[in-house]
């Protein structure tokens, strides 16, 4: 157990919707991280925020965002659905320091029908 | 920016041989080198990086890599592998910046046979 929380593990939901994932770090981690794992683009960076405030941003698409509340939980929102979006979401966390490592969740597997 | 490139997408081994799954990254500034482990339905779990220090880093599990700069080669390896370790293995770097979001390889699926 790597300590990431993430829900829901699984979401199946229609095109043209929009779904919420949802993030709870490790104890104390600042920043959080979601990326995309798909079997065409393989696993991408899509954005981090650290203690609130977006730190980088990668491969996101403006139809998704996220937001890092004051109690550091995350959610990852994707709106006007298509069928490449399936995909599988992960969550990371990460404290602050030189020799830190990303603990992945489980992730959040979406299928969009 | 940095890429990784994983040059063998599936490696099929017998159970107690040896192993040796491929990584070559690109990047213009210096990098952290991480192998992540995926097992099926599963999230991420770190095998092993490399920070700075010794070239020859060991993980969990029985794993290695040596880091070598002049061929910006991070190949992780095994001397005897077991069932249980047939997996996906991801190779990613970070840079030393603040952000350390991760870039990783396509993936190596390690399938061991009996």
């Known amino acids: 157990d790597s300590g990431v929380t993430q829900t829901p593990k699984h979401l199946i939901t229609a095109t043209g919707q929009r779904v919420t994932l949802r993030c709870s770090p490790r104890?104390?981690?600042?920043?959080v991280y979601w990326y995309q794992q798909s079997l065409d683009q393989g696993l991408q960076f899509l954005i981090q925020?650290?203690?609130?405030?977006?730190?980088a941003k990668g491969n996101i698409l403006e139809r998704f965002s996220a937001q890092q509340f004051p109690d550091l939980h995350s959610e990852l929102n994707l709106s006007s659905l298509e069928l490449g979006d399936s995909a599988l979401y992960f969550c990371?966390?990460?404290?602050?320091?030189?020799?830190?490592?990303?603990?992945f969740g489980q992730g959040t597997r979406l299928t969009v029908v | 920016a940095q890429s990784v490139t994983q040059l063998d997408s599936q490696v099929p081994v017998f159970e107690e041989a040896p192993v040796e799954l491929r990584c070559n990254y690109s990047?213009?500034?210096?990098?952290?080198l991480f192998w992540y482990v995926q097992y099926p339905n599963q999230g991420l779990q770190l095998l092993l990086k490399?920070?700075?220090?010794?070239?020859l880093v060991k993980g969990i599990n029985g794993f290695e890599a040596e880091f070598n700069k002049s061929q910006t080669s991070f190949h992780l390896r095994k001397p005897s592998v077991h069932i249980s370790d047939t997996a996906e293995y991801f190779c990613?770097?970070?840079?030393?910046?603040?952000?350390?979001?991760?870039?990783f390889g396509s993936g190596t699926q390690l399938t061991v046979l009996p």
């Open positions: 490399y920070l700075s220090g010794s070239t």
């Open positions: 990047s213009s500034v210096s990098v952290y």
């Open positions: 104890s104390g981690d600042l920043s």
């Open positions: 990613a770097v970070s840079d030393l910046g603040s952000a350390r979001q991760l870039t």
């Open positions: 990371a966390s990460s404290s602050t320091g030189q020799n830190t490592e990303a603990f």
């Open positions: 925020y650290y203690n609130g405030e977006e730190r």
